[in-house]
């Protein structure tokens, strides 16, 4: 019985022990998510630049480059600028938007409707001053997500314009490398960082 009772003990040990070895503090979560946003921008040949020099060039990016904002920890590309006009001071607006999630980690594609002309996501944006609040009213991050914008999608409305293009005009087009304090209530829960092409755009008839 002597004997049987130091087995179990030994074994509740060696139990604990491996438990300890796979649990993740949220500190290794972190230096995870670090290391898997480090291996995506080195895997594609991303060139990081600071706030500076996006700035210096006219808030903009070249083919390759991501700006780093730093109040954010979001790495942005901006593909197009769009036409018409920004989001303006005490405007509220409806807006159209398309987006590709992708896992940082994996580089699987969890959700999109980027190819989809006919049903985009709704943003209903407000604007005061330089801050931005927004909440989506249908479409696939509502219903997948929540009604809760990610602070990520925020960023590209100080730089981007959202008119309703013709024809002949260009859809405001952004790519965002987003931490999981910038995400989604997934992203965040897991700390966990998602990778977005997203376009913007006013809704038709406002």
């Not at 995870?32 to 060039?57: L, T």
């Not at 002309?117 to 001053?129: C, E, K």
């Not at 314009?161 to 405001?172: C, F, I, L, R």
Request: proline share 3%; aromatic share 14%; hydrophobic share 35%.
């Amino acid at each position: 019985m002597k004997k049987l009772s130091h087995l179990l003990i030994i074994f509740a040990g060696f139990s604990f022990l491996t438990a300890c070895n796979d649990y993740e503090t949220y500190a290794d979560q972190k230096a995870k998510e670090r290391d898997g946003i480090s291996d995506f921008i080195s895997y594609r040949n991303i060139k990081v630049i600071e706030e500076a020099q996006f700035h210096a060039q006219g808030d903009s990016t070249g083919a390759d480059e991501y700006v780093y904002m730093n109040n954010s920890g979001v790495y942005m590309q901006i593909v197009n600028k769009g036409s018409g006009s920004a989001v303006k001071d005490k405007e509220n607006v409806n807006l159209y938007v398309r987006f590709m999630e992708r896992s940082i980690f994996d580089t699987t594609t969890v959700y999109t409707n980027f190819y989809d002309a006919y049903d985009p996501d709704v943003m209903n944006v407000s604007r005061t001053g330089n801050n931005f609040t927004a909440s989506f009213t249908s479409g696939l991050m509502l219903n997948r997500y929540s009604a809760s914008v990610p602070s990520a999608w925020l960023v590209p409305l100080s730089y981007i314009k959202v008119g309703a293009p013709t024809a002949t005009e260009n859809v405001s087009q952004v790519r965002l490398i987003v931490p999981h304090t910038q995400g989604h209530t997934v992203a965040s829960s897991n700390v966990y960082p998602y990778f977005y092409e997203i376009t913007f755009q006013r809704q038709p008839g406002l």
